[in-house]
């Protein structure tokens, strides 16, 4: 029996994962379930799955929560500190990193350094710290498990190869405005903004795969978990989300893991690797899935993806500095303060704003993401007059 522990279990990939749980009762169980403001559902899912403790992170949903559970042998804590003290229960085999943005970067870490296993969801964690994540997983002998959709294809290429890679292809489903003109970009919506036309996922990266941030937060996300060179990366646009990554090798052959798009695939798979489980996910049919299609991402439409490439190559605090605007600009544009075309301004001007740090510590991320999202909110105040129509 393995002992998952989901770190944003109300959100899209946590309820997926606790479906994965669900069909395989008598593999996996759930140690520890975290929640941000959704009390009610997380109430909902620590009846059903009877985890050992559950936290609620905003401290105003505390008492509601305790005394929804207090007939439950449950323990009920809030806050970020209680978080931190529950990943590293001896209770628990793996964690489930599935909480959005910067917030999941400490748990990851104080996991990884009390020996537990990662199945990462939040590539945000790899984003702004990939060097200090990664080093850490290597001194502590822990595997980080990726369970986007993107790595977990090229994990599973990789399984059993020897050979060097010569690049990986990163495949991005271009979002609902891929055939958009920049006219057309000035005046997108936020309610068209979050209907993807292949996923369903939580607000802020539906909004990231719509500019395409979200494929350039992979790609720095690749670099460290396969250890690979920015030229190594490519991405390739593929409207119908079935290739979910590639692999070349130095011959030239290319393996592809393909599949409907269905998170719960990989998040089963971080769960058991190295085994695969029967699951009674849909199949592939392909008298019906019979196009594959790819284009080149126009970069000069979605700028987000190029500021993305430009941090990676900079490298030190750059790219907590492109995740910590970008989360600022997300949220304003859900907001509706700012258009959808500002988002990447947002991003470029704290880009090239914010001091350079080359070796950053622990400390120098957290104060990177702290100036960074006071700068960000700056700019958006001096220009929301302009910013909310472009």
């Known amino acids: 029996m393995k002992r998952i522990a989901i770190l944003g279990s109300t959100g899209s990939i946590g309820t997926q994962a606790l479906d994965v749980i669900k069909e395989h009762p008598d593999i996996f169980s759930v140690e520890l379930l975290v929640a941000q403001n959704s009390w009610e559902l997380l109430v909902r899912q620590a009846i059903e799955f009877q985890p050992n403790t559950v936290i609620i992170a905003n401290q105003h949903h505390y008492p509601k929560v305790k005394e929804a559970l207090a007939r439950q042998p449950i323990k009920v804590f809030t806050g970020k500190q209680s978080i931190l003290d529950?990943?590293?229960?001896?209770?628990?085999?793996?964690?489930?990193?599935?909480?959005?943005?910067?917030?999941?970067?400490?748990?990851?870490?104080?996991?990884?350094?009390?020996?537990?296993?990662?199945?990462?969801?939040?590539?945000?964690?790899?984003?702004?710290?990939?060097?200090?994540?990664?080093?850490?997983?290597m001194e502590n002998r822990i595997p980080i498990i990726p369970v986007d959709s993107e790595h977990s294809a090229i994990f599973q290429c990789l399984v059993g190869e020897q050979s060097p890679i010569e690049k990986i292809i990163l495949t991005a489903s271009g979002g609902p405005f891929r055939n958009h003109t920049m006219e057309q970009l000035m005046q997108v919506t936020k309610d068209q903004a979050l209907n993807h036309p292949n996923w369903c996922m939580g607000q802020k990266i539906?909004?990231?795969?719509?500019?395409?941030?979200?494929?350039?937060?992979?790609?720095?996300?690749?670099?460290?978990?396969?250890?690979?060179?920015?030229?190594?990366?490519?991405?390739?646009?593929?409207?119908?989300?079935?290739?979910?990554?590639?692999?070349?090798?130095?011959?030239?052959?290319?393996?592809?893991?393909?599949?409907?798009?269905?998170?719960?695939?990989?998040?089963?798979?971080?769960?058991?690797?190295?085994?695969?489980?029967?699951?009674?996910?849909?199949?592939?049919?392909?008298?019906?899935?019979?196009?594959?299609?790819?284009?080149?991402?126009?970069?000069?439409?979605?700028?987000?993806?190029?500021?993305?490439?430009?941090?990676?190559?900079?490298?030190?605090?750059?790219?907590?500095?492109?995740?910590?605007?970008?989360?600022?600009?997300?949220?304003?544009?859900?907001?509706?303060?700012?258009?959808?075309?500002?988002?990447?301004?947002?991003?470029?001007?704290?880009?090239?704003?914010?001091?350079?740090?080359?070796?950053?510590?622990?400390?120098?991320?957290?104060?990177?993401?702290?100036?960074?999202?006071?700068?960000?909110?700056?700019?958006?105040?001096?220009?929301i007059i302009k910013w909310k129509y472009s």
């Open 86 to 137: 529950s990943v590293v229960s001896s209770e628990i085999d793996m964690v489930l990193t599935a909480i959005v943005g910067f917030a999941g970067l400490e748990p990851t870490i104080r996991a990884i350094e009390a020996g537990k296993a990662i199945a990462l969801a939040n590539k945000e964690t790899l984003v702004v710290a990939g060097e200090l994540v990664t080093n850490a997983a």
């Open 206 to 383: 539906t909004i990231d795969s719509a500019s395409l941030m979200n494929k350039g937060l992979e790609v720095i996300e690749a670099k460290w978990l396969f250890g690979l060179k920015p030229n190594q990366i490519e991405v390739v646009i593929h409207p119908q989300s079935i290739i979910h990554s590639m692999v070349q090798f130095i011959d030239g052959s290319i393996k592809a893991q393909m599949g409907l798009p269905d998170m719960k695939l990989p998040i089963q798979y971080a769960f058991s690797f190295p085994e695969r489980l029967t699951s009674s996910f849909p199949r592939m049919d392909f008298a019906v899935n019979q196009t594959l299609t790819f284009e080149i991402p126009d970069t000069k439409r979605f700028p987000s993806l190029m500021l993305a490439l430009e941090s990676l190559r900079i490298g030190g605090n750059m790219p907590c500095v492109l995740n910590a605007a970008n989360e600022v600009a997300v949220d304003a544009f859900l907001k509706e303060q700012i258009g959808f075309m500002a988002i990447p301004k947002v991003v470029e001007g704290a880009l090239h704003t914010m001091p350079f740090i080359e070796h950053p510590r622990f400390v120098d991320y957290q104060q990177t993401d702290s100036e960074t999202r006071i700068k960000s909110y700056e700019l958006i105040n001096q220009n």
